[in-house]
Every structure is written in C-alpha cells, then in structure tokens.
Nanobody, 120 residues
C-alpha cells in the first residue's frame, strides 16, 4: 500500500520559515513527479509547488521566490522549504504523485496533511 506522510507544519509568525517533509512508501519513488498542495476550508486543493522525476520545479505565482521544492530519492522524501511566510500561506499542506504537471489526476490516496498557520 502507498503511504504519504506529511510533517513539519507549525504555528509561526509572518516572516518566518518552515520546512515540510513528505515521506513516501510503497512505490518506486524515482518514477513519479510530486506536488505540494494547500487546502483551506471550503476550497479545493491549490498547487503550491511541483517537482518532476528529474527535479525540474514549478511554483505558484505567489510562492515563486519564497518556496523551494526538492526531493531526495535516496530517502523517498519530497521537501518544501517555506521562507518569508505570510498569512495567505495558512492552510493544510498535502503531497501527492502525478504523471505530469497538467494532470488533475492524483495517483494516490491523500495522506493526513500537515497544518501551517501563519500569524501576523
């Protein structure tokens, strides 16, 4: 069974930093792209950052320049370094595998997510 376990979320003040981790098990991690998504109550999940199997990265407009997505294939882990946090970054963060950036199909069941709350 595939498992996605997110961690690293916390309550932080605006301007601070966090590093999120997504540990993946049950698949050949190297074969898949992964994205980080943010969800707030009543809204769909929004793409925050994306990394391909060859480490090409894409970011949402508001995340560009502040967030960095990376992957460690030896550890089956994808990271999201979040700097210069602001209150709009608040939400529950999830990761999932995809075939491509344009695909809306998530390959696996969602994990528990990790909560990020940014206070002013």
């Amino acid at each position: 069974q595939v498992q996605l376990v997110e961690s690293g979320g916390d309550l932080v003040q605006a301007g601070g930093s966090l590093r999120l981790s997504c540990v993946v098990s049950g698949i050949d991690f190297r074969e898949y792209d992964f994205g980080w998504y943010r969800q707030t109550p009543g809204k769909s999940r929004e793409l925050v950052a994306y990394v391909t199997r060859v480490s090409v990265t894409t970011y949402g407009d508001s995340e560009k320049g502040r967030f960095t997505i990376s992957r460690d294939n030896a550890k089956n882990t994808v990271y999201l370094q979040m700097d210069e946090l602001n209150t709009d970054d608040t939400g529950t963060y999830y990761c999932n595998g995809q075939w491509s950036l344009s695909s809306t199909r998530m390959l696996y069941d969602w994990g528990p997510g990790t909560q990020v709350t940014v206070s002013s």
